[in-house]
Nanobody, 130 residues
């Protein structure tokens, strides 16, 4: 069964850090661009960041630029989202998704907030609160 599994969420105080992981099951990630998305309660889904399959191209939404870092370890079949200086407004369910072409992933991340993408994991919950 082909799926992506998100993990690493939790409760953290404002200013704290978390590292999310997106791990593939049933396929290898190394040929796919990966995007992170989030959806807060009662709000529309938002594209957060994405990374190309092998040449290190990255995109960040303005809301997380300078605080979040996306990276990947293809040997571990995992993509990470390091989140620093967390704010209460970062509270959301975080999802990852895969797309073969980086340009399309940037479009999904920056423009459609993932609308049009077909496969989603169950997500991991991030709560930033004191």
């Amino acid at each position: 069964q082909v799926q992506l599994v998100e993990s690493g969420g939790g409760l953290v105080q404002p200013g704290g850090s978390l590292r999310l992981s997106c791990t593939a099951s049933g396929f290898t990630l190394d040929k796919y661009s990966i995007g992170w998305f989030r959806q807060a309660l009662g709000k529309e889904r938002e594209g957060v960041s994405c990374i190309s399959s092998s040449d290190g191209r990255k995109y960040y939404a303005d809301s997380v630029k300078g605080r979040f870092t996306i990276s990947r370890d293809n040997a571990k079949n995992t993509v990470y989202l390091q989140m620093n200086s967390l704010k209460p407004e970062d509270t959301a369910v975080y999802y990852c998704a895969a797309e073969e072409y980086y340009a399309r992933m940037v479009y999904f991340t920056a423009v459609t907030a993932g609308n049009g993408m077909e496969s989603w994991g169950k997500g991991t919950v991030v709560t930033v609160s004191s």
